[in-house]
């Protein structure tokens, strides 16, 4: 019988299987932020190590650094205190750190794609449950506890046991307006978020193998919020060419041995999935989500559901989300009133999605009473965006483009939606509070929070196209 990717990737980097336990698997690839290493190499510190092999990590601050006048002291102690203590310790064990002002500096899942870290049949984990995000490449890529950190410094290894594969195939052309993000809330609008519960999922078909890695990584980036371990897709060629001449990159004769290798990461036609899923491109329409964690989504045209359609078990707590959100089942999402719009994060962060954004509202101008943050993945997307003259164009139509950072995706930096306010955003995550303590959060793509930007309501961005 053959093997799907995941066997080839995973199998192929097993140093150990334990007897009815995990496999013990050799790590590639370990990224560092600030906020889950320090009591990792405090760790290391106490029992009198240093890394076990420091050239395989590498190490950026991203979630509590704050988006304007990076060059001043971060006014916040402990966010201060955790960027300060990354910079010591990986200094201290002698590994690669880009540090604020760095022009590598950014989200940490921006900046391993971007510099060519991140390769095709690596093994990489962080401690980020969106470590997903790598899998775009044909990497096993997925996130880590604390003291997996600790484990993976100490070792280069991590004690695992092997998820069950899933395929979801997605055939056929996206609409006009419809985005990679589109697809993934799509699909997690449809299994919900505990649907891939103990799976590696692999995402196929034409409308897979259509997108960009940069929408790649935005399908693979939400992989986690239907619950699987992670996701990945096939490389092919559009992997490669985004690959090549990049920092890390392989180059010469070791490019061709690389590739050559790459090649051959692909599910074999005779494979068998534990679970296979399979849904049409043209029945995706731009999406956003109404509750409080991101299944909790519908077609943007359409309605939130009736009480009556949510399964008994679950409705205490639907009613309950509703009521965070200050929503009422059967109403439309269009017309929702929009006070926050978010582009950004390690899902949307990109310059493909800021290109996408600034191509929307050129020529327009924002909303009076919205409040529009516009921040990069990375120092590289930022410089980039300025070569392009991006930034410009944002602020004819009245934006700003801000700092890298994980911003408010996750609100752990200044960056927090206020309470009671409603935020249209390109993250990953909608639980309560997630963007500030009693904010609301609607999940959605970069081209639908450029349309609230615009308009201070949920609309339909094709209305605009």
Not at 71 to 87: C, F, G, T, W, Y
Not at 116 to 140: N, R
Request: glycine letters at 12%.
């Amino acid at each position: 019988m053959g093997k799907t990717l995941f066997d080839k990737v995973w199998d192929s980097h097993v140093v150990t299987q334990i007897e009815g336990g995990p496999s013990v698997v050799y790590i590639d690839r370990h990224l560092i932020h600030e906020v889950t290493s320090p009591q990792a190499f405090a760790g290391l510190d106490e029992r009198g190590i240093k890394a076990f092999r420091p050239e395989n990590s590498v190490a950026t601050p991203d979630h509590n650094v704050p988006t304007v006048n990076q060059h001043l002291p971060i006014k916040d102690e402990l966010s201060r205190m955790q960027v300060n203590k990354l910079a010591e310790n990986t200094a201290k064990h002698g590994i690669r750190h880009y540090g604020l002002g760095h022009p590598n500096q950014g989200v940490v899942h921006v900046v391993g794609p971007e510099l060519g870290l991140t390769q095709p049949g690596m093994t990489i984990v962080c401690g980020d449950s969106h470590t997903s995000t790598h899998g775009a490449f044909g990497a096993v890529a997925f996130g880590i506890g604390t003291s997996e950190v600790e484990m993976v410094l100490a070792s280069q290894c991590i004690m695992q046991p092997k998820p069950k594969r899933m395929r979801i195939t997605i055939d056929g052309t996206l609409g006009k307006g419809v985005e990679a993000k589109d697809i993934i809330l799509y699909i997690i609008a449809k299994i919900s978020t505990g649907g891939a519960t103990g799976y590696f999922v692999e995402f196929a078909g034409s409308a897979i193998t259509g997108l960009t890695m940069e929408g790649r990584m935005t399908v693979c980036n939400m992989s986690i919020e239907m619950g699987a371990r992670g996701g990945h897709i096939a490389p092919d060629e559009v992997t490669f060419n985004y690959i090549k001449g990049r920092e890390f990159a392989p180059k010469g004769d070791a490019w061709d041995k690389k590739l050559a290798y790459w090649k051959t990461l692909k599910t074999d036609s005779d494979a068998v999935f534990d679970k296979e899923l399979k849904y049409r491109a043209a029945d995706i329409e731009p999406m956003i989500t109404y509750g409080t964690n991101p299944g909790m989504g519908t077609g943007i045209t359409q309605s939130i559901p009736a009480v009556e359609t949510i399964e008994e078990s679950a409705r205490g707590s639907y009613i309950k989300s509703l009521a965070y959100m200050g929503f009422e089942a059967g109403t439309p999402m269009i017309g929702k009133k929009v006070d926050y719009v978010f582009l950004g994060s390690c899902t949307n962060g990109r310059i493909e999605d800021l290109r996408a954004f600034t191509n929307f509202v050129k020529g327009k101008k924002k909303a009076d009473d919205v409040v529009v943050w516009i921040v990069p993945g990375s120092g590289q997307v930022e410089k980039q965006a300025k070569q392009e003259g991006l930034d410009k164009i944002l602020e004819e139509a009245g934006f700003e483009l801000r700092q890298p950072g994980c911003s408010s995706c996750l609100a752990m930096n200044d960056d927090k939606v206020p309470e009671g306010l409603y935020a249209v955003s390109t993250t990953n995550r909608n639980f309560e509070g997630r963007q500030g303590p009693g904010s609301r959060t609607l999940l959605a793509s970069p081209l639908t929070a450029a349309a609230a930007a615009l308009t201070g309501k949920v609309t339909d961005p094709r209305d605009f196209l």
